[in-house]
């Protein structure tokens, strides 16, 4: 029983140590044009495998380990945003404050026609005539 507290509190002990030997980066997303959070952008950091998706307000907040990063934020509809040379230091809080997206939609100049038929010839059409018409029928 003794050998197992001892392993425990070891444990413990060299968990907090791992964990308190990295970084936290955080920032909020929001549209460049109209200042309205972006929910659900993916947040990562390239070359690892670390990454997360900013919450309904935007945000967003991930622990790495000390060095320097390039992380990317990208979301359907809007230009990938890079922030290159982020410096993450072991016990500090790198705020990245406020990222703008840039629209990406893009235009194009084709006109799409929508051409139906209707068909008078079943029951739901012979119904809808019935019910739509301004004299008796039957």
Known sequence: ????????????????????????????????????????????????????????????????APGSYTITVSYLGYLDLKINNILVEADVVNNLGTLRM????????????VEAKTIKNNETALLTMQRKSANVLD
């Open 1 to 64: 029983m003794r050998n197992f507290c001892l392993n425990l509190i070891a444990f413990l002990f060299f968990t907090n140590v791992a964990f308190a030997q990295n970084g936290t980066v955080r920032g909020t997303v929001i549209d460049d044009a109209n200042g309205e959070v972006v929910s659900f952008a993916d947040v990562f950091v390239e070359g690892t495998s670390e990454g997360t998706s900013t919450d309904m307000d935007g945000s967003f907040a991930f622990n790495l």
């Open 102 to 113: 840039k629209d990406g939609s893009v235009e194009l100049d084709v006109e799409i026609v």
